[in-house]
């Protein structure tokens, strides 16, 4: 399995900042995925981040609110932008597994937004 | 459209005791892919099982065992003699070969009380 290390792993930040949150993987993979889960809430795709073009973003998601790089196979961040109270949640990268297809996570990162 | 239900929000139980978690799964296609992962409370999705649409065969992996069954349309989750340990919260997902892209439950919450 793949291990992925996510910073930061917590955070509170105030309204109208942005924060970014970068994804490690051990190993070169095509495609990272961002996945948020509200408090209390199952996980929604953001977007899936591909090494040398843009991200994809799923419904309900902007690349404004949410840019996303992907610099190399191996790292990617996710801004989270002029953030309010609603943005609170946990924010998860994510990897396939290429012959099994079963996502790996990282630790997430728990923003609080005040 | 592609579905997954979790019915059950929350489950407690007490050491020991057996608990299953229900999963039921909507989808059109024939080849699907269906998966357990459990989140302790320290917020990482941990990959727990992974079952493709062919394989109907009931899976046991220690005090876990899996039943899937294509006539109901469910892929529940046993826990054997449980123990604290395994409070956390848990989510079963489908996809689709060929697809990035994973529908999660909303996740049953089990307790699991000393």
């Known amino acids: 399995s793949a291990v992925i290390s996510q910073k930061p792993s917590r955070d509170i930040c105030q309204r109208g900042t942005s924060l970014t949150i970068q994804c490690q993987v051990d190993s070169q993979v095509t495609m990272m995925f961002w996945y948020r889960q509200q408090p209390g809430q199952s996980l929604t795709l953001i977007a899936t981040?591909?090494?040398?073009?843009?991200?994809?973003?799923e419904s309900g998601f902007v690349i404004d609110k949410f840019p996303i790089s992907r610099p190399n196979l191996t790292f990617s961040t996710l801004t989270v932008s002029n953030m309010s109270p609603e943005d609170s949640s946990i924010y998860l990268c994510?990897?396939?597994?290429?012959?099994?297809?079963?996502?790996?996570f990282g630790e997430g990162s728990r923003l609080t937004v005040l | 459209a592609q579905k997954v239900t979790q019915a059950q929000t929350e489950i407690s139980v007490v050491e020991k005791e057996d608990v299953t978690l229900d999963c039921v799964y909507e989808t059109r296609d024939t080849t699907y892919y269906l998966f357990w992962y459990k989140q302790p409370p320290s917020g990482e999705l941990v990959f727990l099982i992974r079952?493709?649409?062919?394989?109907?065969q009931n899976e046991i992996s220690g005090r876990y065992s899996w039943n899937f069954q294509k006539s109901t349309s469910s892929f529940n989750f046993t826990i054997t003699a449980s123990q604290v340990v395994d409070s956390a919260v848990y989510f079963c997902a489908l996809s689709l070969p060929g697809t990035y892209k994973y529908i999660f439950g909303t996740g049953t919450r089990l307790k699991v009380l000393a």
């Open positions: 994510s990897v396939q597994r290429q012959n099994t297809g079963e996502l790996f």
């Open positions: 079952r493709n649409s062919f394989d109907e």
């Open positions: 981040a591909n090494q040398g073009s843009e991200a994809t973003y």
